[in-house]
């Protein structure tokens, strides 16, 4: 029979690799914090830039208040006739100047447009947040339907770049002929990472396209530098209801209407005329 007196070698070298291992998994469990940390503040820096304001206030625009008291800026292009009003929700480094830029195109293809700018976005007031943003776009929605008495199966979502994130929110609670989603992002953490990698991540459209019931309309540059075309397609492929798509060999984030042509009001139209 063998005797051990003093401390068990064996158990010795365990506790001090486990003290180690415990350090170490300490070190990196900081280092990923404050990565986290680091990302949220970039992800707000990336996600809502202040941009130039590129218009006056005038009697075209309407003043929208939120339930903080923040005044919301929208303006509506009517177009007699039109079957669709679009609800269009901007991109980023863009306000209402911009978008009216752009309308005419969408008045000759034949539709009405409504659109808002975000908080500190053009003549809007207030700091955006994702939830904030949330119910803004969800006031603009409802002075569609009221106001401007748009009926619900008359409202065309459309969500560009980061418009996509408050765009999907807003069709998850509320009725519409459809949505359009261009340049949109699987999340706003993912444009950055690839991978999910970090906790707290923003408008994360993966995880609620599956639940959209309205037809859905994906628009994407194959070219996307921006926001890669990976994105589009991982959204496309987590959508359950009806979902067309339209990928545009060469075409970047934006300027895909003049970059595409004539395919991309096509696309659109036959999108449209199905709803």
């Known amino acids: 029979m063998r005797h051990y007196s003093g401390s068990d070698p064996d ?6 690799m486990w003290a180690v291992a415990k ?3 300490l070190f990196l469990s900081g280092v990923y914090l404050l990565l986290t940390v680091g990302v949220h503040f970039l992800a707000l820096d990336r996600l809502f830039p202040m941009a130039p304001v590129r218009y006056k206030l005038t009697s075209e625009y309407v003043q929208l208040t939120a339930s903080d008291g923040v005044k919301i800026i929208g303006r509506h292009w009517a177009n007699p006739g ?5 609800l ?12 009216g830029e752009y309308v005419p195109a ?18 809007s007031g207030g700091k955006p947040t ?10 603009a929605y409802e002075y569609m339907r009221k106001q401007l008495g748009v009926p619900a199966d008359r409202i065309i979502i459309w969500g560009y770049s980061v ?39 923003k408008f ?16 994407h540059g194959m070219d996307d530098t921006t926001v890669p075309l990976w994105h589009a397609q991982a959204l496309y492929a987590a959508t359950n209801a009806r979902k067309a798509s339209l990928f545009i060999p060469g075409g970047q984030h934006g300027g895909l209407a003049d970059y595409a042509g004539s395919v991309y009001w096509e696309e659109l139209k036959k999108f449209t005329d199905s709803l």
């Open 23 to 25: 350090r170490i998994l």
């Open 163 to 201: 418009g996509s994130g408050p765009a999907v929110e807003l069709a998850l609670h509320q009725p519409a002929a459809g949505i359009v989603l261009q340049g949109a992002f699987v999340s706003v953490y993912r444009t950055m990472t690839g991978i999910p990698l970090f906790l707290g991540d």
């Open 11 to 16: 158990k010795f070298q365990w506790a001090e």
């Open 204 to 219: 994360v459209n993966l995880n609620k396209v599956p639940q959209l019931s309205m037809p859905v309309f994906l628009i």
């Open 82 to 86: 039109a079957k669709f009003t679009l």
């Open 130 to 139: 994702e939830m904030n943003t949330c119910a803004d776009v969800r006031l």
């Open 106 to 123: 969408f008045l000759r293809a034949g539709y009405a447009v409504f659109s808002m700018d975000y908080r500190n976005y053009g003549q």
């Open 88 to 99: 269009y929700l901007h991109g980023n480094f863009e306000d209402l100047g911009r978008v």
